[in-house]
């Protein structure tokens, strides 16, 4: 038995077969097992002799096996590590890094400045109610001035916002104006029926800004977007304001910037004039801070809508504004961010 046993052993493949030799010899159903159970049966001279030899040949066989099973397992070991291993003198393969969308970082670095200035920043609804969108900004159901925004209606009270002069009314109404002023910007999509071209898109970005506070006078709306436009465009711009329409602001202004240097080829933003129209703005009209529940009397404000798509087409010579939705990955990672 011995000898048969250690040649088993020896010849064991794996761990498997190495348990099934042990649970043969010396498991409870194993000839050893038997023999020290049938003990009781010996004789008492017998019983040591028996009893000392059957136990010698348990331990001689528990410490073959015990010692195969050292060999086995590291040759297992080494063939797990023979199929792992890593080359770590190969080349790498290069991992693509993606960027942030150009109007994301462009957005981004507006809400910066303005935020550096302690304004807060407002999330209003892409899905608008008419009330908010129109009739609070001063454009009844009837208003001549509803032709400039051409609207998706989701059914007659419902539509995704032509811009984002909705939230100044939402933001208006509910600030405490014991707390302070009201300093905020709002940017985000709005939605025009317009058909696509190279100058328009049926979904592109405004900025809204919005401040309202005693004897805010267009001396700040002028002085705060001067501000603005050398942080953005260069510290050398100079800006104007010419006289415009908007149903919410009363003067209402259309404002240019200086001509600066674009980034691009055939990047001339401005041969014509000198300057270039950057934004809309205007003094709050007396209507809409009434309907928020503010008395005009007492207080004043100013407001404007920018559009983030318009200052990326300037600023890198961009003359397809489609090119910023069409998700070309070959247009996109021209603009790497910081
Ligand atoms: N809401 C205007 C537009 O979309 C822009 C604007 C905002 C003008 C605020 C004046 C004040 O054209």
């Known amino acids: 038995l011995k000898e048969a046993t250690i040649v088993k052993i020896t010849a064991a493949q794996d761990l498997k077969e190495l348990n099934q030799i042990r649970v043969e010899t010396l498991g409870k159903k194993g000839p050893i097992t038997e ?11 017998e019983r040591p002799k028996v009893g000392s030899f059957a136990n010698e ?17 590291e040759e297992a070991l080494n063939a797990a590590l023979a199929k792992e291993t890593l080359d770590v003198t190969l080349p790498g393969r290069q991992v693509k890094q993606g960027t942030r969308h150009i109007l994301t970082q462009i957005m ?7 935020v550096g200035m302690g304004y807060q ?17 001063n454009l009844p159901k009837d208003h001549p001035a509803r032709d400039m925004q051409d609207t998706f209606y989701i059914s007659e009270d419902i539509l995704i916002r032509t811009h984002t002069s909705p939230v100044q009314a939402r933001t208006m109404e509910k600030h405490d104006f014991s707390k302070g002023a009201l300093r905020m910007i709002s940017p985000g999509k709005v939605f025009r029926r317009d058909t696509d071209d190279a100058t328009h898109s049926h979904q592109f970005h405004q900025i809204e800004g919005l401040v309202i506070d005693k004897n805010v006078t267009m001396g700040d709306l002028k002085g705060t977007l001067e501000v603005v436009m050398k942080k953005m465009f260069g510290e050398d ?5 010419r006289p415009s329409y908007f149903p919410f602001t009363e003067p209402s202004v ?37 309907m928020s529940g503010i008395d005009p009397n007492e207080y004043s404000g100013f407001a404007f809508g920018l559009g983030p798509d318009r200052v990326a087409m300037l600023r890198y010579g961009v003359n397809d504004i ?11 990672s021209q603009f790497k961010g910081e």
């Open 35 to 45: 023999v020290l159970r049938g003990m009781k049966d010996l004789s008492p001279e």
């Open 57 to 73: 040949i348990r331990d001689l066989l528990t410490a073959e096996i015990e010692r195969k099973k050292e060999v086995l397992e």
């Open 108 to 114: 981004e670095e507006i809400e910066d400045i303005f």
């Open 121 to 137: 920043i407002v999330e209003g609804y892409e899905v608008e109610s008419d009330h908010y969108n129109f009739e609070r900004m």
């Open 237 to 241: 711009r100079k800006i104007r304001l």
């Open 254 to 290: 259309e404002v240019d910037v200086s001509c600066f240097k674009c980034g691009g080829k055939g990047c001339n933003v401005c041969k014509y004039t000198g300057w270039i129209e950057i934004l809309g703005a205007g003094m709050v009209h007396p209507n809409v801070l009434e």
């Open 322 to 332: 489609r090119n910023f939705y069409q998700n070309d990955l070959r247009f996109l």
